[in-house]
């Protein structure tokens, strides 16, 4: 390369004439003697045409800015190189020089090669000129309007991407000092081009990075040439926000850094989408605790916890007592400010460091870190139930409600996150049978019951199928006559293995696993024939009770039309059989309720009210509905004395019932006493073992065919 600089010296000597005009012109004038050729050379970094000179062999002499922009290289690159490397196939116009020291332009014509290989069409003139080592070239050239307005069209875009993009984008030389800015940063950074044009990327330092993170972010740029990540923007009014900073340099051919490009976008509302998707996840909407998720991430981290440091995990499973009544009887919005309300007492109850979690419905975790003694879990409990106990004032109502909680430990009782929260919620059910407001702790034998439990829910989904299931009937006596006319239809189960089954134990299986629906149908076809055959054979005006569980109306439904089928192929009329229902069921207002008691009414069918005075006793329902008869409950006969506060309860009760026309059934009579406070109180019907204790069919048709009087004598 030093020998091709030498010859351009001895083919161009010095010479300091001023040139005019335009290079091409001189070009196509024909003729250019030596001095205005160095002239022209000299503006050859002026202009935008490309400029090169060769020696004799034809190797590059001399190349100007403009060949260096259309060929890509350097001209430290291609100095001392053959102009066929560049111009592989150049064709010349016209003839050769006449004679010696005369320069001709002659027309050319090639496809040039850039140092990345693409080809770019040429055009311009060749002056072929005298040397001291033989004729030398001048090329002065250009690439076709095509070409150069493609590269224009997409200077224009990139020109229009970078001013009108919504990203700030700022321009750095390799010192790190800003060349530009666009408008979408002065807008981001509440900045003027002025305030920022010159000065060093420093000043764009945020205070919530330290030096060491800008030092680690600029290393990377220097080893790597990028970076990018969450970076905190500051705008000049002081405001803080979060953006996405990525950095890229741009290379020149030797290896060094051209420009380094900045691009700035504000990731604030993306931040925020975040924050609420992921509140979303973990969190409860309605009370702002965390959810069924959160709560077992932290039971983890609770567990791994109590592991390094040797301490205990208390956790606490909460069901809230008869909320479902409430939330019923007075509505979803304010069973929903009942468990808002509850929470927030909650909260009040723990330490800052404990966890307090919703897992649905009305029920509620408490996580207990680093417990030391138990008595201290024992002071909470003691907390929580006088806390939940306290009136809750939920705008024009006054709600009193109760807490059942289950307690267990790590390690003492499990050492797995899901079988602490079953251990606690096992506890938390015992509390619930023991009377509810109260806790129990979690025992072994806790896990053995819950086992059977499971053994037994597995079993009840055979028992229909294989004919397990049977009817007892026990006789309501009209305490007037003493005649038989009605009975209540009662399920048993005989289990093969543990034999009978108490109804208190299967029927809340039945109902939580949603069996009761299928068991419900067989009981009143069942039960309706068998009515059917004894108002054939022995009392035409013989009626049977069955009684339908709250699930079957709120959740499975009652199939009516199979059950009006099934009367209508017995040929019995719906006058034959009474529903028995709770006042739990009157409590749901919904419409599937209403319609469900007006369907019953329509089909002739009776209705009776059982253990009435027990619950949310309102008179309102015995308007709202035709309620054909109350069942007063054992619990008021079973105390029942001539002047004594249960028996001006009882008569009230028939009273205001006759009073709407409807008829009374007391329930659990088993004296003489009670028979007769009640006939005497006007009474139309008893229950109970002073009568008869519930019989299978056979029997029953027994009591049925003496047709005698069943009053005590």
Not at 267 to 296: C, S, V, Y
Not at 466 to 488: C, D, M, R, W, Y
Not at 632 to 645: A, C, E, M, T
């Amino acid at each position: 390369m030093s020998d091709a600089k030498s010859q351009y010296r001895e083919v161009i000597p010095p010479h300091q004439e001023a040139f005019e005009g335009s290079p091409r012109q001189y070009l196509r004038t024909g003729t250019l003697d030596r001095s205005h050729l160095l002239a022209l050379l000299r503006l050859g970094d002026f202009t935008n045409d490309a400029f090169i000179a060769t020696d004799a062999d034809g190797l590059i002499s001399y190349v100007n800015r403009g060949a260096e922009r259309l060929f890509g290289y350097r001209r430290g690159r291609v100095l001392g190189r053959s102009i066929l490397d560049l111009l592989p196939e150049p064709t010349l116009g016209g003839d050769q020089p006449d004679a010696p020291g005369q320069m001709r332009a002659l027309p050319l014509r090639s496809d040039g090669r850039r140092k990345d290989g693409s080809i770019v069409e040429i055009e311009g003139a060749s002056t072929l000129m005298p040397g001291l080592t033989g004729m030398s070239h001048l090329y002065v050239m250009r690439a076709r309007r095509t070409e150069i307005d493609e590269d224009n069209r997409r200077a224009q875009l990139a020109s229009l991407v970078y001013r009108n993009t919504s990203e700030g984008m700022l321009v750095l030389d390799p010192k790190g000092f800003i060349l530009d800015v666009n408008p979408a940063f002065g807008k981001l950074r509440g900045l003027h081009e002025s305030e920022v044009i010159g000065r060093h990327v420093r000043m764009l330092n945020s205070p919530c990075h330290d030096r060491d993170f800008y030092r680690a972010m600029w290393r990377s740029v220097l080893e790597t040439g990028s970076w990018q990540g969450e970076h905190w923007g500051q705008h000049k009014n002081g405001e803080l926000y979060p953006e996405w900073l990525s950095i890229n340099s741009s290379y020149i051919e030797d290896g060094s850094v051209f420009r380094r490009v900045m691009i700035f976008s504000n990731i604030a509302e993306i931040k925020r989408a975040e924050a609420t998707i992921w509140k979303q996840a973990n969190f409860d909407r309605l009370t702002d605790l965390p959810n069924r998720q959160m709560f077992h991430d932290r039971l983890e981290q609770s567990i791994k916890k109590s592991q390094r440091n040797g301490t205990k995990v208390g956790l606490l499973f909460l069901d809230l007592d008869r909320f479902k009544e409430i939330n019923d009887t007075l509505g979803h919005a304010v069973g929903d400010d009942l468990l808002k309300e509850a929470a927030q007492r909650l909260n009040e109850c723990v330490r800052q460091s404990d966890t307090v979690a919703r897992l649905g419905g009305d029920e509620f975790t408490v996580l207990v870190d680093d417990v030391r003694e138990t008595r201290d879990i024992a002071r909470l409990i003691k907390k929580i139930l006088d806390r939940i106990t306290e009136p809750f004032h939920l705008g024009v109502e006054t709600v009193f409600i109760s807490t059942s909680i289950g307690v267990t430990f790590y390690p003492d009782d499990a050492t797995q996150a899901d079988v602490l929260l079953n251990n606690a919620d096992q506890a938390m059910y015992v509390a619930k049978s023991e009377g509810r407001n109260r806790s129990c702790y979690f025992t072994a034998s806790m896990q053995a019951q819950a086992q059977t439990r499971m053994r037994l829910v597995n079993d009840l989904h055979l028992a229909l199928a294989q004919n397990q299931f049977s009817l007892e009937f026990q006789p309501i006596v009209h305490l007037g006559s003493g005649e038989i006319t009605k009975a209540e239809t009662l399920l048993r189960w005989t289990h093969p293995a543990r034999g009978l089954v108490p109804p208190s134990e299967f029927v809340p299986l039945a109902e939580e696993t949603g069996m009761v629906g299928a068991i419900g149908d067989w009981v009143f076809c069942e039960a309706t024939r068998q009515a059917h055959e004894w108002r054939t054979r022995y009392l035409p005006q013989m009626q049977l009770s069955v009684n339908i569980s709250p699930v079957q109306f709120r959740h499975e439904g009652i199939d009516l039309a199979f059950w009006l089928s099934h009367l209508e192929t017995l040929g019995m009329s719906g006058s034959g059989v009474t529903i028995e229902i709770t006042e739990g069921i009157l409590l749901d207002s919904s419409s599937r309720i209403d319609e469900q008691l007006a369907a019953f009414r329509n089909a002739g069918i009776q209705v009776s009210l059982d253990d009435f005075g027990t619950g949310y006793s309102s008179l309102s329902y015995l308007r709202k509905f035709d309620i054909d008869f109350l069942k007063i409950d054992q619990s008021f006969v079973s105390n029942l004395g001539r002047g004594g506060p249960d028996f001006a309860l009882c008569e009230a009760i028939i009273l205001m019932a006759h009073k709407l026309g409807i008829q009374v059934i007391a329930e659990g009579i088993e004296t003489r006493e009670q028979f007769e406070l009640l006939r005497a109180a006007g009474c139309d019907y008893g229950q109970g073992y002073l009568f008869s204790v519930p019989l299978p069919a056979e029997r029953f048709e027994c009591l049925l065919a003496q047709c005698e009087d069943v009053r005590p004598g």
